[in-house]
């Protein structure tokens, strides 16, 4: 029985007319810039315009579309099978390996030359990249074709998300809530990171594939089902953000920042939340309030017709504006100079941006950023996370994901915000 | 208490010394080549050289050494403390945030022309690769300079490892091999592989956990601990050898191949058997042996001062001079045409070549391929897995992971591999 070949059966993921709309869209593209046709060769690119989910090694996979808009896959030998069932595209051509006698390379010379693909070749990378021990020649030193790059244009078509892609964004902030609830069950003074995030993953991972058996497919690289965990940012080491994981034990006093999330067809949402452990200090609850109220400015700012830049202006204003209510020393014993915006305020304690767009990848574009000018639309989904970092308390962040509505916001992660639900006993 | 400071404490982690030493040798490489200078954005190759691991986003970081030998991160401020930890280098410079104004490679341009790089600049990537939104010019279009790749250097840098370095994958050996005893021991008929897979690399981890402590960081991008599973290659998903994961549950008569590791500073290993649920038939222990047998053939012809195409062609000579006992179909209904290699003998049922080097990356060169003529060296070490895939019967594959000595090679998995030992009752 397989999913993708048998219409009729109950499906959430992206239908296979969603998957031809993606790719007419960039047939349009490659007509409009008089190319030839196109080579991607990046993994969420060919996801997005496919369905078929690959993990990328030295082995060279390529989605290829000519200016008639006849497609062809390309892969290993090894996974043929799978990019038949998973693409239903007539043309997959398959190389016997990789590096092989010749090089998969002259392969796709040949496939390209058959779809007349040469001169202008829109591509999102010149070759493929050199990764996992893989060595070849970049694309116009194979073709001697001029390669124009495309990823802005997919960039740009994957910010705005369909109906499909928000539902799936939806069922996937579902499972990130029963990982964060057990996370936070678990959690307890003289438990490790490790053992905590380990049993709540596990646990909210197999209530949802019990839950949505047939209907569930990963169609992740990395990951299956849900998972929370606290990446390391726990006490003083929250202050450093992506820090790596240790497996530290709680204690009371720490401060800690969680992060929870599911892949459902490839799909992502982002829910962090601070906890304290033990009854928080006067220091703590200020840093707190301070974050959250962040947080509820960019809310506000966040709509459509802003722009990016308007909503991250605004919650560095937030930080310029406010401070804390004693002399508190500023992180790293740096001297406050007031008239550099850098250590006005709360500023000392920022560290990033307010947000990003979040779907395939975890991190996407646009950003909420002062340097990203990107106008905001109906269908833009979002994580919006200010945080705050003093190194002697930790840090202090929330995220939630939401999708920009045609008047507003709608904030998808439903997991309480307040001090008072995220104090560990 | 930080490890990377207190060179006093017992350590496995690889020394600043023999970071060092590879840096120096990278040096070497650009004063040979008359290069002004190296920028490098690939993570594995910064792991390498400093010791720093990180997750690579939209936000840029990279590892410069001018011809001077003068080295320094390029970071966002987001990083600025944990480079600086795990670099101990002197210059680690922060840009505020990506995209921001002015662009994060301002910085960069800045940096590189203080530190007197420029003309010609060694290179493992024209700019940082358009990954999760970023966007940017590429390192010859900011700077004007003629861009020389350094990767094919790296990756031959890369092949031998140090004492160290086997040491690290000795003990990633180790907690695969419970990670791996565990999941035999869960699977069961009418047990689902996802439950098997999380109890199994749930309880490895935190037993690894436990017992190594404070000797113990993952450095890794996305895994910590041990893991072992089953990558969906169950019953006749076998025969698809990457396939991604479902909840399958076992039945009798299901053939499985499994895969296990661990991830020790960096550094994996790799373990996967061929189990088989119940009494086996007849064609699966014919399949089994072959299998195994061709396994033995690539560890005979695996010594140093052969070249990685020769094993490969002495596996491939198993494939074509092997048959089996009846005229058992081929695959798929190919028609069986003994004058051509791809259908002689065994080959209907090849899918990919014996192995590949294993280190910092789950897969990396050399590779044992009839195209790769790399001599195989003292100290490479190599995953060796052949396989044999029936689509009505499944995939049957083993992988170990061997060191080469000075004259010979060490199998450095010792899981079981006949099949008495890899039947599920």
Redesign the interface.
């Known amino acids: 029985m397989s999913l993708s070949c048998n219409s009729s059966l109950t499906s959430i993921r992206i239908t296979s007319s969603e998957l031809q709309t993606r790719a007419g869209k960039l047939l349009e593209h490659v007509t409009e810039k008089r190319l030839s046709g196109v080579v991607l060769f990046d993994n969420y690119y060919i996801l997005y315009l496919t369905g078929f ?3 990328p ?2 082995r060279p996979i390529a989605f290829l579309m000519n200016a008639r808009g006849e497609k062809a896959m390309f892969v ?4 043929r ?2 990019a038949v069932s998973e693409t239903g595209f007539e043309r997959v051509v398959d190389y016997v ?7 998969p390379f002259q392969i796709l010379k040949k496939t390209l030359d058959s779809m007349g693909i040469s001169g202008d070749i829109g591509a ?2 010149d070759g493929y ?2 990764i ?4 070849g020649p970049s694309l116009s030193e194979l073709t001697g074709a001029n390669v124009i790059k495309v ?2 244009f997919l ?1 740009d078509a994957m910010m705005i998300k369909s109906e499909a892609e928000v539902n799936l964004i939806r069922e996937s902030v579902k499972w990130g809530n029963l990982a964060h609830r057990l996370l936070q069950r678990y959690t307890k003074v003289g438990a ?1 990171e ?2 905590v995030s ?2 709540a ?2 646990e909210a ?2 209530a949802m ?1 019990d839950t949505l058996g047939p209907l ?5 690289l ?1 990951h ?2 849900a998972s929370a965990g606290y990446r390391g940012q726990i006490g003083r080491n929250a ?9 530290i034990t709680f204690q009371a006093g720490d401060v800690l920042v969680t992060g929870a999330g599911a892949v459902v067809w490839g799909y992502t949402s982002e829910l962090e939340r601070t906890m304290v452990v033990g009854r928080p200090s006067e220091g703590q609850r200020e840093m707190f309030a301070h974050m959250k109220k962040a947080q509820e400015v960019a809310f506000d700012a966040l709509r459509p017709g802003a722009r990016c830049s308007d909503v991250d202006r605004a919650v560095r204003l937030y930080y310029e504006e406010n401070s804390l209510p004693v002399a508190s020393p500023a992180p790293g014993g740096q001297q406050r100079r007031e008239s550099d915006s850098d250590f006005r305020g709360l500023m000392p304690f920022w ?3 307010t947000g ?2 979040i779907g395939l ?7 909420l ?4 000018h990107t106008v905001i639309r109906p269908r833009m989904v979002f994580t919006v996370e200010p945080g705050f970092y003093a190194p002697d308390m930790g840090g202090f962040r929330h995220s939630d994901t939401l999708v920009v509505l045609d008047d507003g916001i709608e904030i998808l992660t439903y997991y309480p915000r307040e001090l008072e639900s995220l104090i560990i006993d």
């Open positions: 989910a690959f993990i090694t030295e290993p030998r090894l996974e099978e799978h390996e990789y590096p092989c006698d010749p090089h999102d990378n990249p050199w996992y021990g893989y060595r990823s802005a960039e490790t490790t053992e380990l049993r993953s596990h991972t197999l594939l569930y497919r990963s169609q992740s990395f299956e089902g202050a450093i953000p992506h820090a790596l994981a240790n497996n560290k990033h941006h990003h767009a990848r975890m991190h996407e574009g646009p950003f950023d002062v340097g990203d």
